[in-house]
């Protein structure tokens, strides 16, 4: 993904028209990348990473997974019953949202020179969504993402018994229907994702040359 500044050559800094003669180094370009608040771009970026992941920690699907197998079904997938982490069959004390959030931590951002044309390119590179999907396996099926499956659909919600027992120690999958009831499909990493692409395209509306 890739931002693009446009900036007027003229308004240039006496250090940045030498770093111009001097190869043109991107890291002067980034250090007189200002927001109006006076933030180099780097912390821009920086503090856009972690309120990305602040946001999708407090998404109520990730937060019913790390409630582990007491949490409530506050994401609604469930029809009010049980909870995610158990339904999937998570293995008790599993952590399954960190390597997403690993992946989030590890976004970068590289920016180049300027053109003569005064224009120049910040490209942020976020994971993409087959990205997280390969680090999210289900439990009993490791060629299947969970976080994929929560978005089209996980079969099995009217065998699943919410009780203390079971992989996770929270639930188990009866050998007959309990009930009648289907999962409900929620947006989560792909819309999360496509949300935080268009947010790091605006990027270039927060900062300029100074």
Same mark, same amino acid.
Do not use: C
């Given at each position: 993904?890739?931002?693009?500044?446009?900036?007027?050559?003229?308004?240039?800094?006496?250090?940045?028209?030498?770093?111009?003669?001097?190869?043109?180094?991107?890291?002067?370009?980034?250090?007189?990348?200002?927001?109006?608040?006076?933030?180099?771009?780097?912390?821009?970026?920086?503090?856009?990473?972690?309120?990305?992941?602040?946001?999708?920690?407090?998404?109520?699907?990730?937060?019913?997974?790390?409630?582990?197998?007491?949490?409530?079904?506050?994401?609604?997938?469930?029809?009010?019953?049980?909870?995610?982490?158990?339904?999937?069959?998570?293995?008790?004390?599993?952590? &399954?949202?960190?390597?997403?959030?690993? +992946?989030?931590?590890?976004?970068?951002?590289? +920016?180049?020179?300027?053109?003569?044309?005064?224009?120049?390119? +910040?490209?942020?590179?976020?994971?993409?969504?087959?990205?997280?999907?390969?680090?999210?396996?289900? &439990?009993?099926?490791?060629?299947?993402?969970?976080?994929?499956?929560?978005?089209?659909?996980?079969?099995?919600?009217?065998?699943?018994?919410?009780?203390?027992?079971?992989?996770?120690?929270?639930?188990?999958?009866?050998?007959? &229907? +309990?009930?009648?009831?289907?999962?409900?499909?929620?947006?989560?990493?792909?819309?999360?994702?496509?949300?935080?692409?268009?947010?790091?395209?605006?990027?270039?509306?927060?900062?300029?040359?100074?």
């Amino acid at each position: 993904m890739a931002v693009k500044f446009i900036v007027n050559s003229r308004q240039l800094g006496q250090e940045l028209r030498q770093s111009l003669a001097k190869k043109n180094s991107p890291r002067v370009l980034e250090q007189n990348l200002k927001t109006d608040k006076g933030k180099t771009l780097e912390k821009k970026v920086e503090e856009m990473i972690d309120e990305m992941i602040r946001e999708f920690i407090s998404l109520p699907i990730t937060k019913e997974i790390l409630g582990g197998k007491n949490s409530s079904n506050i994401s609604g997938t469930l029809g009010g019953y049980g909870n995610l982490f158990s339904f999937i069959g998570f293995p008790e004390g599993a952590q &399954p949202i960190d390597p997403i959030v690993k +992946l989030f931590q590890h976004t970068g951002y590289r +920016l180049t020179g300027l053109t003569p044309r005064g224009t120049m390119k +910040l490209t942020v590179t976020l994971p993409s969504p087959a990205d997280i999907f390969r680090v999210t396996p289900l &439990p009993w099926a490791p060629g299947i993402s969970w976080a994929q499956r929560i978005e089209v659909g996980l079969s099995g919600l009217g065998m699943y018994m919410d009780k203390s027992a079971g992989r996770s120690g929270g639930g188990i999958q009866t050998s007959s &229907p +309990l009930r009648k009831g289907r999962f409900s499909n929620s947006p989560y990493i792909s819309s999360f994702l496509k949300e935080w692409q268009k947010k790091f395209l605006k990027i270039d509306k927060a900062v300029s040359l100074k």
